[in-house]
């Protein structure tokens, strides 16, 4: 909205909280919360239904989880094994994993730049399994049935003179997997959400989101197979937050004076800068784990019809 | 400076342009510019000279140079060479070089937070003489004269149970140095300055400075050698940012007005952020590269009498 | 050779030595050696002519070009700059340069192991081109004709679970590159040539070399487009250092005598072992930039027919 | 010990196996060991009581406390916490805990070189008391008692142009421990006890110990305090897998014949390379984070007289 100061979120929840904001209810799109007090853990699911929905909200048609876990940037084994838990549920009610299924993982994001590292870590704390089975059987890993899990970091463009999508597709076809889990680092607009929530979404990823502003997306329609887009906001668009500081002075003025004031009021060196928690560095590793944990503890058994 | 929304730099040129955006004459402070169009280099000497002068400027009487390049951030090595001759010959001002010295470089800042590693990773780059001269003499390295530089990384107070002071100021009193080199991550108010400014002060590093907010400082009162200064701001406090863009909005209103206001618009989830350019990651290497070569430029040879 | 303590070389070179040793000429192999005494480099280029050759070397027929450089583990930026040189020329006596071209550069190995990290490193110092191509075309790069360079860093199988050749063989038909360059980590059996070497072949990576013992190759009987293998020697096996030091002991021995004398001799632990020199870190990172510098130069410019 | 070829270890154990080899009695040397067969830890306790002893083991009067545990190098939670476990309670027998006591952990070693990173890891991973208890005192804590811990990764004389023993010096003299326990990666003679052997000693370091070589010593002799030394066999001298392995070949030479016959043999190359497992860079994660948690456990309480 507001011209080019259109306030980016990668987060359907935020784009939600939106309309829940301005009282406004909207057709197509079903929202449901679950909040566990004991584990201080909020689980919202926004089910956009039709093309309407889809519209509105400015994202496809889906499910779209986000689980909201406060103390997920402080070191605390317990509540994290919780929130994997919290991740491994949903994925078994998005991905039918009730048969072997044979998962590819793909790590997206830059490595050489923490806040974007999201990705890339979580496919490095994660047990393959695929080439064992290849190679022993199932038998070489003493169970019956099992899920083949492979993993790939395939690096930004500016890395690879590659689109994400050319490599991940190349793969696909080559391996042919059942299912595709991209995991990214998302750009969100509240910095109260930053390091502390999840997404999980069975839309895949769509182009200009992510903290590295992917050219392409990774979706069921170019890959040709399910995709599961798991997400965590790193960081807020510097603009955002003069933005959303001035929200309710703005109130007052119509849609041209608010851009005029907008252009005015923020320096252009903001444009490509972002606002990160001063120990991203440590959050990043604890959230990658949480979240590997999570799909480990999800693929680890086949689930029993 | 609005109660607790003081805007915080740790560069006195940006303390100096409060005052000239006021349009008001600080006495007891001399400033000098000078820009090199050729270069695109800008140099800036401030010089407090009086209690007075201290006083209005909020810092310690002494000079304080700040170089301004704006191509800091780009790997261009001509460029890169230019600047590090400009620290080279501030600091040959600033020390006397003309005897042998000894010199001990600190890296100071905390090498797992990208934004406040830049200390550390200059004394990395930088080359160590002093075990050499101490071995061998002066002939081990083919000099007839030459300066003994040794460093320290010497972490931050998390990470080491002690103050850097303690760190700084034991190992100080062992190997007596004739002076100190101290880096540092620092804050800057303007998102602008960001990763193309160096500061270098005679008057050493100052409580609550830096990116990861020392609780000591390094000054010749507590070490009991002179001690230089050098610092980069690599981030800007998140709230500052929002301060700023709403400057001009807050100027029709009185102080105490504008504290409330601000203490309504600023979000209590700003104050542990901070804004950063998505490539600090890269910035950080080339900036720390750039001034270790400075000091390597400076300490290379004995200025004749 | 010696039944299961059959000495491991990646090299052709030394290949070819064991046979000087032996003063047997072998049929179907040509050795053209060229050694520049200002510059310190020697250049040997074996080519394995027939399948009687392939067969007395234990290597597929083809060019196995070995640049010796016996200061590449020093940092020495102009001798490095001369070597990159070396390996640029010789990169265009294989490869066809004068259209212009797509490669595939392919980083293999471990990253989280030092001595199989050169692939990575070498990938990660390259310059790309084939994205800028694709959405700027030739004049936003400001050149007539270019090549098109890409890369990739597929992980190793038990970090993916994927056989390196499929990730390789699923990008290269989506990208479609003319020619693909596989640099990986191999492992000598001659400590002296440690970080000091470089082979060049245009038979690609077969199976079972390197330091990390991939089970696939890369080859054009595989990818369906050329492949050049450049690889450096980081390791000796360490069972090879023992076997070596008792070489002319063995001499007097049959080969039954010798298979026992070993296996007595030879401790079991040390067959997960290798020997590697202290420095492998930083030598490491030295000898990719010296490999990506000379694939950068090569690559530069299209050569005129 | 065949002149230049000395065989170098820097573990006790190994050092009085020689003579068990030989079958001699040691004067002034108590040897007592125990096995947990349900742990599978062998604790090994070699006291040096006299001179004699000390002359004849080659290293000073002391308690060297050995812990052998095979499955050190994989990735076992419970294992790892029963090695942590032993190594507190061996610390808690060699330092006087009943009392609230100031520690100083030294993480000697070079962190560039991943064999020589063991002592600077195990710093990373403590938890640091002592500045938290001077500013909020033990109430800050929720204890009653509590020693106060503190850290400092020095670096190696290369990185920093001072020895380590005076940084190491300068901050006890300045902050005043009680005691000082220095980390250290060390070699060992034979390749079947890397990475899974601790020693413990509370003779401190001494000179020409340690993967990295350093020049001098930390003892209660420089340092004025007590000094631990904890080790962990990271590397082997490829030059002395070459010589045990022929070490009964020579045993029918007289020691002129020995040395002539190694001189031969050992390639010079050999004497800048280390034996190391494949696995080192994983394997040094694991060690250091068992034995900063057998600190953690070890400070973690004040023992009740």
Known sequence: MLGSYRVRTDL?????????????????????EDYNEEKDIRTTVVKICTENGAKAMGRPQGNYITIEAPHLSIPDEDYHREVSEE????????????????????????QAITADSLGPHVVENLKMTR????????????EEHMHRTSGIIPGVMAQTGMETSEIVEGIVSETKPDVVIAIDALAARSVKR??????????????????????????????????????????????????????????????????EFLEEMISPHLHSMFVTPKDVDETVKYLSFTISEGLNLAFSRVDEG
Chains 1, 2, 3, 4 share one sequence.
């Open 12 to 32: 359907a929840l935020e784009a939600r909280e939106r309309f829940t904001e301005e009282h406004v209810e909207v057709r197509g799109v079903e929202v449901c």
């Open 87 to 110: 991740v491994a549920h949903h994925l078994r009610q998005l991905v039918d994993l009730k048969n072997e299924k044979s998962i590819l993982v793909v790590g997206l994001g830059n």
């Open 131 to 142: 080439h064992i089975i290849r190679e022993y059987g199932l038998k070489g890993l003493g």
């Open 194 to 259: 930053l390091n502390r929530t999840i997404q999980i979404t069975d839309t895949g990823i769509h182009p200009g989101s992510g903290v590295g502003n992917h050219r392409n997306g990774l979706t069921e329609e170019n890959l040709q197979v399910k995709v599961i887009g798991i997400g965590v906001p790193t960081v807020v668009d510097a603009a955002t937050i003069v933005h959303d500081s001035m929200a309710h002075l703005l109130d007052t003025l119509d849609e041209a004076e608010q851009k």
